[in-house]
């Protein structure tokens, strides 16, 4: 065997180069991010600094204005001025304006302050050295003078004292009338290199390269204002293009703003942030060496180069030492796995011999080329029986042609599991489960196959879908029981539930006829029921019929089965007519009324042994409900005849229903007097219920959640429509009791005071009433203002979901009636309903459409009542409606009983 081999796979050499291409592409993707972090930070640390210079400028330059605005707005000074210039007041003038000059000049910003005629001649300054004004400082003088406002100069060389500054003007003004006249002028001068200079050129951090500097346009060139760090005596004389292309300061004064790359005034490459001081002409340039940026970038680079050849060597060392390892673990496993291979092959062939299910080896011709012990006990065959057989030859001749289907299946399956029926040498016929698998071997594709007895489990899956059906049967026929009342389409409905929903061939109810002492078929169903009961008599008490199910279920009391007819003695004497029928098992249960059977109820299955212990018990129970349901029945028919016999004993009663009407009478009027005594007193209780619930609510209001709030408003509610209900029934009941005084009624002014009280109560609807000229009538004044007040409620209510609502009250005369009536145009009603209307408590429509309790309309028939007049209503639904009520036109002398 060779132990070790110097030639190095190619999938190492591709993982090494793999590591190594990562390692690259990881350290140019780190260098990459870092130099663009560097950049970044490069580029705001010098907008930071730009921010910074010119912000400082601006401050700088905003006190030197504040200097200026301090003299220009000083009367004081310039009348004393004027009064100096007039002869008087000279020294304590020149006293004055020098302790003002240092007091402006007390940071030492100035290199000079100088006070100047209209002229521009110098008067006084400072520090007693400045004779005269040159050209340049004179010119910017007048213009102050003449425009009266402060004048700032820029940067440029005084021929005079040789040297660099800019001068700040202030106009010294007095007012002789409302106008300010300009009487001389101070001149701040201002040497750049005592502060403005240093500002700009300071740097925040070290840098070798970095710098900032101003520069403006002038004549066509960019001029550079202060001195530079690296070329010295350059103020307001290097000059260079405007034109420059990568000059970052000729890019400034073109209008280029922002961070840029370019070349310097050294022609080096720098970074540059280029931006404009506002307020001036000046452009500020803050700019860094590109090779100082890159320099940490380099440095960068370098680590990056080092850290991946490291990572490259130690990758390339890592694998090598790891190939050789596997290399030598290789060679020592592969010797163990060949002893191990030998021993598994001894285990796995005891495994397979002795295994609890069928295992068959096949070639691709379909041929059993080996078999274990168990396939030898399955099929009765020896193993050398079964090696020259195919696996087409233990399948049932049906089924073999599904062989080829499912090998091609196989073939593109990993595995594959079915279903199929197999043979046994004595033709025995039974299921089985195969889990077939395809294995490729040194001597080509073999087969597989796992094969597993299942007839027990496929006669517990019969078995239970028997009992589901049966069960079916069961709770259809309880349904039927619940639903029909006749007898006979109720075993018609048992016997097809039984047939379609049970399996069975047919099934059919018979009972005893008395006289003949024969079963009469009652219902039956199934397609050879009838003609397997055409012209059979079966006799309960003839000895021949011992063994027929039916006769004996009902002459013993007790379930009869045959569980085999073909093999069996019973049936006698249909056996031969039930065989050719197809019927194999056969069940009768007796229909017990009571302790008796009346009846029986007979199954009959196609197979043999189909009736087993579950399945006679749910058909013992779905038998004892029919027998239930029968009973049920016949007494029903016994409670209807019953109540005709009471009906009939009813219209005999009519005749002393009469007599007992006025002794009713009396007792109505009691219990009228008794129903007041009760509501009276379910008063107190209400108003506890309402009035806790209420201190519940106010008192306990933080502690409650919204559920119970909801609970305890609902509470108050329906207390307070309990009370309206109770108040309306003693409205109700004292109408009866009360006594009526017969007056003289206006009722057009009675009916106008209802509506103007009603219409008070209803803001923002429209509603449009129409009043007519109303007959007086003789009436309870009292009474009959409560008849309108509900009629009129009544319609105000009932047109609340119009618009528009239109409510017209009038009268007409008919013999000796006065008729008056309320119309409107609300939801109306259906005429059938009409006699419901005022009865108490009738409502045709809830509550929660239109409130109220159902007593008003009855309140208002027995007031009129009373009156001797009567009441009545017509509408339709949606189209409105309109109540009547009738007077006697002349007073009936007293009061009307209802």
Same mark, same amino acid.
């Given at each position: 065997m060779k132990i070790f081999s110097y030639h190095i796979p190619s999938y190492i050499v591709m993982i090494f180069l793999g590591l190594v291409v990562c390692f690259i592409t990881g350290g140019v993707l780190f260098y990459t991010v870092e130099r663009k972090h560097i950049n970044n930070a490069k580029h705001n640390e010098l907008a930071a600094i730009s921010d910074l210079k010119i912000r400082q400028i601006q401050n700088w330059l905003n006190e030197r204005i504040n200097d200026a605005n301090l003299i220009m707005r000083n009367r004081l000074f310039g009348e004393q001025f004027l009064r100096w210039r007039a002869g008087s007041g000279e020294v304590q003038f020149e006293q004055g304006f020098l302790e003002l000059a240092r007091a402006l000049n007390i940071d030492r910003q100035y290199s000079d302050i100088v006070l100047t005629d209209l002229s521009g001649s110098p008067l006084l300054s400072l520090n007693k050295t400045f004779k005269t004004t040159g050209p340049q400082t004179r010119e910017f003088i007048l213009r102050a003078l003449k425009k009266n406002s402060m004048q700032f100069s820029d940067f440029y060389w005084c021929g005079e004292c040789k040297s660099i500054h800019f001068d700040l003007i202030a106009p010294i003004s007095v007012y002789p009338g409302a106008v300010a006249t300009p009487a001389g002028a101070v001149l701040l001068r201002i040497d750049p290199y005592h502060f403005l200079y240093k500002l700009v050129q300071s740097w925040p951090v070290p840098s070798p390269t970095a710098e900032t500097l101003l520069v403006r346009k002038e004549n066509g060139d960019v001029l550079f204002l202060n001195e530079l760090r690296h070329r010295k005596g350059t103020a307001m004389k290097l000059r260079l293009p405007a034109e420059s292309k990568n000059l970052p300061a000729a890019m400034a004064v073109r209008g280029i703003t922002g961070i840029v790359e370019g070349l310097d005034y050294r022609n080096v490459k720098v970074l540059a942030d280029v931006r404009p001081v506002s307020g001036t002409g000046w452009f500020m340039i803050t700019k860094v060496d590109l090779s100082e940026i890159y320099a940490s970038v380099r440095r960068l680079l370098l680590i990056v180069s080092i850290f991946v050849v490291m990572l490259t060597v130690l990758a390339g060392t890592s694998i090598g030492w790891w190939w050789i390892r596997q290399r030598m673990s290789f060679y020592r496993k592969h010797y163990e796995a060949e002893e191990r291979l030998a021993e598994l092959e001894k285990q796995?062939?005891?495994?397979?011999?002795?295994? @609890?299910?069928?295992?068959?080896?096949?070639?691709?011709?379909?041929?059993?080329? *080996?078999?274990?012990?168990?396939? #030898?006990?399955?099929?009765?065959?020896?193993?050398?029986?079964?090696?020259?057989?195919?696996?087409?030859?233990?399948?049932?001749?049906?089924?073999?042609?599904?062989?080829?289907?499912?090998?091609?299946?196989?073939?593109?399956?990993?595995?594959?599991?079915?279903?199929?029926? @197999?043979?046994?040498?004595?033709?025995?016929?039974?299921?089985?489960?195969?889990?077939?698998?395809?294995?490729?071997?040194?001597?080509?594709?073999?087969?597989?196959?796992?094969?597993?007895?299942?007839?027990?489990?496929?006669?517990? *899956?019969?078995?239970?879908?028997?009992?589901?059906?049966?069960?079916?049967?069961?709770?259809?026929?309880?349904?039927?029981?619940?639903?029909?009342?006749?007898?006979?389409?109720?075993?018609?409905?048992?016997?097809?539930?039984?047939?379609?929903?049970?399996?069975?061939?047919?099934? &059919?109810?018979?009972?005893?006829?008395?006289?003949?002492?024969?079963?009469?078929?009652?219902?039956?169903?199934?397609?050879?029921?009838? #003609?397997?009961?055409?012209?059979?008599?079966?006799?309960?008490?003839?000895?021949? @019929?011992?063994?027929?199910?039916?006769?004996?279920?009902?002459? *013993?009391?007790?379930?009869?089965?045959?569980?085999?007819?073909?093999?069996?003695?019973?049936?006698?004497?249909?056996?031969?007519?039930?065989?050719?029928?197809?019927?194999?098992?056969?069940?009768?249960?007796?229909?017990?009324?009571? $302790?008796?059977?009346?009846?029986?109820?007979?199954?009959?299955?196609?197979?043999?042994?189909?009736?087993?212990?579950?399945?006679?018990?749910?058909?013992?129970?779905?038998?004892?409900?029919?027998?239930? %349901?029968?009973?049920?029945?016949?007494?029903?028919?016994?409670?209807?005849?019953?109540? #005709?016999?009471?009906?009939?004993?009813?219209?005999?009663?009519?005749? !002393?229903?009469?007599?007992?009407?006025?002794?009713?009478?009396?007792?109505?009027?009691?219990?009228?007097?008794?129903?007041?005594?009760?509501? @009276?007193?379910?008063?107190?209780?209400?108003? %506890?219920?309402?009035?806790?619930?209420?201190?519940?609510?106010?008192?306990?209001?933080?502690?409650?959640?919204?559920?119970?709030?909801?609970?305890?408003?609902?509470?108050?509610? $329906?207390?307070?429509?309990?009370?309206?209900?109770?108040?309306?029934?003693?409205?109700?009941?004292?109408?009866?009791? !009360?006594?009526?005084?017969?007056? !003289?009624?206006?009722?057009?002014?009675?009916?106008?005071?209802? &509506?103007?009280?009603?219409?008070?109560?209803?803001?923002?609807?429209?509603?449009?009433?129409?009043?007519?000229?109303?007959?007086?009538?003789?009436?309870?004044?009292?009474?009959?203002?409560?008849? &309108?007040?509900?009629?009129?409620?009544?319609?105000?209510?009932?047109?609340?979901?119009?618009?528009a609502a239109r409510i017209a009250v009038g009268c007409r005369s008919e013999g000796e009636e006065m008729i008056y009536h309320v119309a409107d145009n609300g939801v109306g009603f259906d005429m059938k309903y009409a006699d419901k209307l005022f009865g108490v408590f009738q409502r045709l429509h809830s509550s929660d459409e239109f409130p109220g309790t159902g007593v008003g309309l009855a309140l208002i028939q027995r007031i009129i009542n009373r009156h001797g007049g009567r009441v009545w209503a017509e509408g339709s639904v949606d189209q409105g409606s309109t109540f009547y009520f009738s007077l006697k036109t002349r007073s009936q002398g007293g009061d009307t009983v209802d």
């Amino acid at each position: 065997m060779k132990i070790f081999s110097y030639h190095i796979p190619s999938y190492i050499v591709m993982i090494f180069l793999g590591l190594v291409v990562c390692f690259i592409t990881g350290g140019v993707l780190f260098y990459t991010v870092e130099r663009k972090h560097i950049n970044n930070a490069k580029h705001n640390e010098l907008a930071a600094i730009s921010d910074l210079k010119i912000r400082q400028i601006q401050n700088w330059l905003n006190e030197r204005i504040n200097d200026a605005n301090l003299i220009m707005r000083n009367r004081l000074f310039g009348e004393q001025f004027l009064r100096w210039r007039a002869g008087s007041g000279e020294v304590q003038f020149e006293q004055g304006f020098l302790e003002l000059a240092r007091a402006l000049n007390i940071d030492r910003q100035y290199s000079d302050i100088v006070l100047t005629d209209l002229s521009g001649s110098p008067l006084l300054s400072l520090n007693k050295t400045f004779k005269t004004t040159g050209p340049q400082t004179r010119e910017f003088i007048l213009r102050a003078l003449k425009k009266n406002s402060m004048q700032f100069s820029d940067f440029y060389w005084c021929g005079e004292c040789k040297s660099i500054h800019f001068d700040l003007i202030a106009p010294i003004s007095v007012y002789p009338g409302a106008v300010a006249t300009p009487a001389g002028a101070v001149l701040l001068r201002i040497d750049p290199y005592h502060f403005l200079y240093k500002l700009v050129q300071s740097w925040p951090v070290p840098s070798p390269t970095a710098e900032t500097l101003l520069v403006r346009k002038e004549n066509g060139d960019v001029l550079f204002l202060n001195e530079l760090r690296h070329r010295k005596g350059t103020a307001m004389k290097l000059r260079l293009p405007a034109e420059s292309k990568n000059l970052p300061a000729a890019m400034a004064v073109r209008g280029i703003t922002g961070i840029v790359e370019g070349l310097d005034y050294r022609n080096v490459k720098v970074l540059a942030d280029v931006r404009p001081v506002s307020g001036t002409g000046w452009f500020m340039i803050t700019k860094v060496d590109l090779s100082e940026i890159y320099a940490s970038v380099r440095r960068l680079l370098l680590i990056v180069s080092i850290f991946v050849v490291m990572l490259t060597v130690l990758a390339g060392t890592s694998i090598g030492w790891w190939w050789i390892r596997q290399r030598m673990s290789f060679y020592r496993k592969h010797y163990e796995a060949e002893e191990r291979l030998a021993e598994l092959e001894k285990q796995f062939d005891y495994l397979t011999r002795y295994a @609890h299910d069928v295992i068959f080896l096949g070639d691709e011709n379909q041929r059993i080329i *080996e078999a274990n012990n168990r396939a #030898e006990e399955t099929y009765g065959y020896s193993r050398e029986e079964l090696l020259r057989l195919s696996f087409k030859d233990v399948r049932i001749p049906e089924l073999a042609a599904d062989l080829e289907k499912h090998l091609l299946a196989l073939q593109e399956a990993d595995g594959l599991t079915y279903e199929t029926l @197999h043979r046994k040498k004595d033709g025995t016929i039974f299921p089985v489960e195969v889990s077939a698998r395809a294995v490729q071997t040194g001597e080509g594709k073999k087969f597989q196959f796992i094969i597993r007895d299942i007839t027990e489990r496929k006669q517990a *899956e019969e078995k239970l879908l028997q009992l589901n059906r049966t069960y079916r049967v069961l709770s259809k026929i309880n349904q039927a029981v619940v639903r029909i009342r006749d007898q006979g389409e109720l075993l018609a409905e048992a016997c097809r539930i039984a047939v379609e929903d049970g399996g069975f061939l047919i099934a &059919w109810v018979g009972f005893v006829d008395d006289e003949t002492r024969s079963i009469v078929p009652a219902a039956c169903s199934g397609s050879t029921a009838e #003609e397997f009961l055409k012209g059979i008599c079966i006799s309960v008490d003839d000895p021949q @019929h011992n063994f027929e199910p039916a006769s004996a279920a009902i002459r *013993e009391g007790r379930i009869v089965l045959c569980p085999d007819i073909e093999n069996s003695g019973c049936m006698q004497p249909l056996r031969e007519r039930e065989l050719a029928l197809g019927y194999r098992a056969a069940a009768g249960f007796p229909i017990m009324v009571g $302790n008796a059977a009346v009846g029986v109820y007979t199954f009959y299955a196609a197979k043999p042994h189909f009736f087993n212990g579950e399945e006679v018990q749910l058909l013992t129970e779905l038998v004892s409900d029919v027998g239930y %349901a029968l009973e049920f029945i016949e007494h029903d028919a016994k409670r209807m005849k019953a109540e #005709e016999e009471i009906r009939a004993l009813n219209a005999e009663l009519e005749e !002393r229903v009469a007599l007992r009407t006025a002794a009713l009478d009396e007792a109505n009027k009691e219990l009228e007097a008794f129903s007041y005594s009760v509501s @009276h007193d379910l008063k107190a209780p209400l108003r %506890a219920i309402e009035g806790f619930s209420r201190i519940v609510i106010e008192d306990y209001s933080d502690k409650l959640d919204q559920e119970t709030k909801r609970l305890l408003n609902l509470v108050q509610d $329906n207390t307070r429509r309990m009370g309206q209900l109770i108040d309306d029934l003693l409205a109700f009941s004292r109408v009866g009791r !009360r006594e009526i005084s017969i007056e !003289r009624i206006d009722m057009r002014a009675l009916a106008d005071s209802v &509506w103007q009280e009603l219409v008070a109560q209803e803001h923002g609807r429209r509603l449009d009433f129409s009043l007519e000229g109303l007959a007086e009538a003789n009436g309870d004044p009292s009474l009959i203002r409560q008849v &309108w007040t509900n009629l009129l409620s009544n319609a105000i209510k009932f047109t609340s979901t119009r618009d528009a609502a239109r409510i017209a009250v009038g009268c007409r005369s008919e013999g000796e009636e006065m008729i008056y009536h309320v119309a409107d145009n609300g939801v109306g009603f259906d005429m059938k309903y009409a006699d419901k209307l005022f009865g108490v408590f009738q409502r045709l429509h809830s509550s929660d459409e239109f409130p109220g309790t159902g007593v008003g309309l009855a309140l208002i028939q027995r007031i009129i009542n009373r009156h001797g007049g009567r009441v009545w209503a017509e509408g339709s639904v949606d189209q409105g409606s309109t109540f009547y009520f009738s007077l006697k036109t002349r007073s009936q002398g007293g009061d009307t009983v209802d």
